[in-house]
């Protein structure tokens, strides 16, 4: 958390965040009804959930939008916030996060892909949770892949790591465990999707390691006290599922493909599978990807530009794209100076600055 941030707001956002997770997870309420009930709350400008619960019981159920059994069951159980809100400030100390569906470090691929029935109301995490500004491909093995295989994917996410994209795997042994300690290896970064809740999981020293030097990140869309998994259970497949909701694009291993694959995620396909998968837009070439990759978050980062940007945000190239909007009042600038410009703004990769450069 920020540090700017005062020990009044860190309260007061431990307490929406508690409100939230009784709500949840202590009531006996659906995370439907819950979800409709916390959407209710955000619409009617209330100041949070856990304000409206500081007020008499009889007002619940007009702010809240209660029938009298939902009220009746929620002061029945209304003893248990406070020992939630300790529990949860006892995982914060631990590193544990909890991020609300409706804060801006929410992961924007979540929102956008995911209808809100289907989205985390509370995303745990653990480590640098910045990282998700980074482009982020899931890489995806249906069978067993073979050590040519393991090889390959373990280079094509270092090559794609080095250029600032973030390789992203479900924690699950094999595969993402071989994988996952060759990029732990390199200090590349790495974020792990977690088939149970953090607070159950301890992650080996190299991964602890990564974690605290801020290189590493865990997620799960399951509550912190949530056991291991079963790998053929029915949530197995919800965890694999926010894995590539979570995902700007895939790198798909081995077949069986997943289903469900979304227009908007490029598809980069290991040499040799055959292009009738489903994905709309393929790549093998690693630079080409990348590139495609962050076009795409440029691209919305100038929907929020002034109209007259936007406009030639619309149309544009990505270099020219850059241009309108660090030099909107300015003739097209070397690439040099556009490169020193946009460094200034954080990591500039080594691909995109070969591409800017080129148009000299």
Partial sequence: MDETVSLSDAGARLAETAARYWLAYETGLSLRRVKQIVQRVERTGLAGLYQAL??????????????????????GCYDALEEVGQRLLTWQQAGIGLLHWDEAAYPE?????????????LLSYVGDVGLLELPTVLALAGDPPDAAALSWTAETLLALGAEGV??????????????ARQLLKAESPLALVVPQGLATYTPPPALARALLAGRGLLLSPLRPDHPAVAADSRLAGHVVGFAQALANALLLITPPYPPGLL???PCFLRPG??????????????????????????A???????????????????????DAALFPDEPAPAPETLI?????????PDALKARLRSRS
């Fill in 273 to 298: 599978l055959p292009k009738t998968i489903g994905c709309q837009t393929y790549f093998t070439d690693v630079e080409d990807f990348f590139l495609r990759l962050i076009e795409t978050p440029l």
């Fill in 263 to 265: 227009p908007e995620q």
């Fill in 54 to 75: 500081q007020t008499e019981p009889e007002l619940w159920r007009v702010a809240l939008d209660l029938s009298e059994d939902e009220r009746e069951r929620l002061m």
């Fill in 109 to 121: 691929t979540l929102t956008r892909h995911l209808e809100a029935e289907a989205r985390p109301l």
């Fill in 166 to 179: 973030l390789p992203l795997l479900v924690a699950r042994p094999g595969f993402a465990v071989e994988v």
């Fill in 300 to 322: 919305a980062a100038m929907a929020h530009l002034p109209e007259e940007v936007e406009e030639i945000a619309e149309s544009a190239s990505l270099s020219t794209m850059a």
């Fill in 340 to 348: 020193a410009r946009l460094s200034e703004l954080g990591h500039m």
